[in-house]
Nanobody, 126 residues
Framework: QVQLQESGPGLVKPSQTLSLTCTVSGGSITTNHYYWSWIRQPPGKGPEWIGYIAYSGSTDYSPSLESRTSISRDTSKNQFTLQLSSVTPEDTARYYC??????????????????WGQGTQVTVSS
């Protein structure tokens, strides 16, 4: 059984960098044809796709966030990370890591995400 667990600070100050780690167990992040993704959901709003790092190590990001986003991985620890720079209060959300079993296409919905972490709340505030 694949399990994902988010970790990182729950409070980040404006202008700083949000950094979260997703630890994966029960499966390797290098296994062919899986896409390891970050999604967030602000309070009262729908989920927003942030980006992914693929099994190959390639990355892709939401156009609205790519200038501030970096996703990387540590294969020795079976972890992947999210860094979102220059945060503002509008970045306050619950952040999830998830696995997609096909190339993610956000407008088609979330049906191809077969495993999700429980999410972690991140608040941007002074």
């Amino acid at each position: 059984q694949v399990q994902l667990q988010e970790s990182g600070p729950g409070l980040v100050k404006p202008s700083q960098t949000l950094s979260l780690t997703c630890t994966v167990s029960g499966g390797s992040i290098t296994t062919n044809h899986y896409y390891w993704s970050w999604i967030r959901q602000p309070p009262g709003k729908g989920p927003e796709w942030i980006g992914y790092i693929a099994y190959s190590g390639s990355t892709d990001y939401s156009p609205s966030l790519e200038s501030r986003t970096s996703i990387s991985r540590d294969t020795s620890k079976n972890q992947f990370t999210l860094q979102l720079s220059s945060v503002t209060p509008e970045d306050t959300a619950r952040y999830y890591c998830a696995r997609a079993n096909q190339l993610p296409i956000p407008v088609l919905g979330w049906g191809n995400y077969d495993y999700w972490g429980q999410g972690t709340q991140v608040t941007v505030s002074s």
